[in-house]
């Protein structure tokens, strides 16, 4: 691979330039939903982009695409459509570690796919005993294989949510810089709450990411301070920009951080990156939020 992807023809991904300086392992498995039931905010994209910049860092990730559009698959260049995946596991047919699937270029990065079959997982699930606790059953079987699991939900509170809310540790929630955005905000809330009281009292909100931002905007930076406000602790402080080169990746099926890895998107999700693994590593290690490394060695297969 190329030391440079070029921003005119990018590569097909063959291998994947590796962080001089690795990424900080939890002390157990952090299991993530990253979830708004507001759609377009940036889910899918911050969860394929930290994944993916965690899996150069040197840590053991998985996606579980939970969406039934299926677009952290083909991010990921996973073929979905018509292969076996998620939905399979919910219905029982499968377990999970027959459906993960490795994610190309990434050694430490795999992923469980969406398929069309996913869509009918609502009203399939309605039936089942202990239907909000499918997803966590299947994860339990295969969690110890890796440092961090992202669950990519659909813009809905439905029982695919819930079942990933059911099934984690952390919720992570994108927030795009705009007003319309914080006006769901307080229905998401409402459904952790009860899901932490009743189903998972594990479940933390533990980070909050700023997508779609324009530093030049007098809202986006209203938004923001209106965030950092009411979520000081639970804000990572490192707005992801608005920027062609995130929304270019997918359409050549891979993230940012190897579409265009100097890009200012693909810096902003690796600085995000290293900040929650930062904060997951253990106690005994001290805390250093300054550190952020962007640079590249080697490609690897």
């Known amino acids: 691979m190329a030391d440079e992807v070029s921003r005119e023809t990018p590569a097909k991904v063959v291998g994947v330039r590796r962080l001089k300086e690795a990424m900080a392992k939890p002390a ?11 759609g377009g905010v940036g889910k899918t994209t911050t969860t394929v982009n930290i994944a993916a910049a965690m899996a150069m860092g040197g840590l053991r990730v998985l996606v579980i695409d939970l969406d039934p ?16 995946g998620v939905y399979e596991v919910l219905m029982g047919n499968t377990s ?4 993960v699937k490795k994610v190309a270029g990434f050694p430490a990065l795999d992923c469980v796919s969406s398929n069309t079959s996913l869509a009918n997982a609502e009203i399939n699930l309605v039936s089942m005993v202990a239907r909000e606790l499918q997803l966590k059953a299947a994860i339990d079987e295969v969690s110890a294989n890796y440092d961090y699991i992202f669950i990519d939900c659909p813009p809905s509170l439905g029982l695919l949510t819930i079942n990933a809310f059911a099934a984690s540790k952390e919720l992570l929630i994108p927030i ?13 809330l409402e459904t952790y709450s009860v899901v932490k009281k009743r189903l ?15 530093s030049r905007t007098r809202l986006s930076n209203d938004v923001a301070a209106n965030v950092r406000s009411h979520f000081p602790n639970e804000l990572i402080d490192i707005p992801i920009p608005r920027a062609v080169r995130v929304s270019e990746a997918p359409s050549y099926n891979q993230t940012v951080m190897t ?23 253990p106690k005994d290690v001290v805390f250093d939020s300054n ?3 962007i640079n590249y060695k080697g490609g690897i297969a």
Request: charge should be negative; avoid cysteine; proline fraction near 4%.
């Open 69 to 84: 559009q299926g677009n952290a698959s083909t991010a990921l260049g996973v073929e979905h459509r018509d292969s076996a």
């Open 96 to 99: 999970m570690s027959e459906v």
């Open 259 to 281: 579409y265009d890895p100097l890009s200012p998107g693909a810096i902003a999700y690796m600085q995000v990156a290293r900040e929650i693994a930062e904060r997951g590593k």
């Open 200 to 214: 998972n009292p594990n479940l933390n909100l533990s980070t909050i990411v700023l997508t779609m931002f324009d």
């Open 28 to 38: 157990s498995t952090r299991i993530f939903t990253v979830a708004n039931q507001k």
């Open 176 to 188: 795009q810089t705009e007003y319309y955005a914080l006006e769901g905000l307080s229905q998401l």
């Open 291 to 293: 550190v952020v490394s």
